[in-house]
């Protein structure tokens, strides 16, 4: 098991920003691809972005330009930067590692309000 705990969210106005921190514990962080999803009430669970282990970074359409993914290997802490928020960015954010089929941390919840 690879614990993930969450942090960061919040309630920010519609424009805001903030910063979601997922910290790891356990060993081999490094060999593993991070990402954060998304899950809004009434919707199925959305990929926002993810690192893998080449560096290349995939983004959801829809946070492509306002997100940003990075990771600390030696901290062993994954962030995400949310910029120029909106209402729709409203949802549970859930760090993962190694894909769907890997580890999950227990959400932390953003409201963006208009």
């Known amino acids: 098991q690879v614990p993930l705990v969450e942090s960061g969210g919040g309630l920010v106005q519609s424009g805001g920003s903030l910063r979601l921190s997922c910290a790891a514990s356990?060993?081999?962080?490094?060999?593993?691809?991070v990402a954060w999803y998304r899950q809004a009430p009434g919707k199925q669970r959305e990929l926002v972005a993810r690192?893998?282990?080449?560096?290349?970074?995939n983004y959801a359409d829809s946070v492509k330009g306002r997100f940003a993914l990075s990771r600390d290997n030696a901290k062993k802490m994954v962030l995400l930067q949310m910029n120029s928020l909106k209402p729709e960015d409203t949802a549970v954010y859930y760090c993962?590692?190694?894909?769907?089929?890997?580890?999950w941390g227990q959400g932390t919840q953003v409201t963006v309000s208009s």
């Open positions: 993962n590692l190694g894909g769907e089929a890997g580890y």
């Open positions: 690192l893998v282990l080449s560096g290349r970074t």
């Open positions: 356990g060993t081999d962080f490094s060999t593993y691809s």
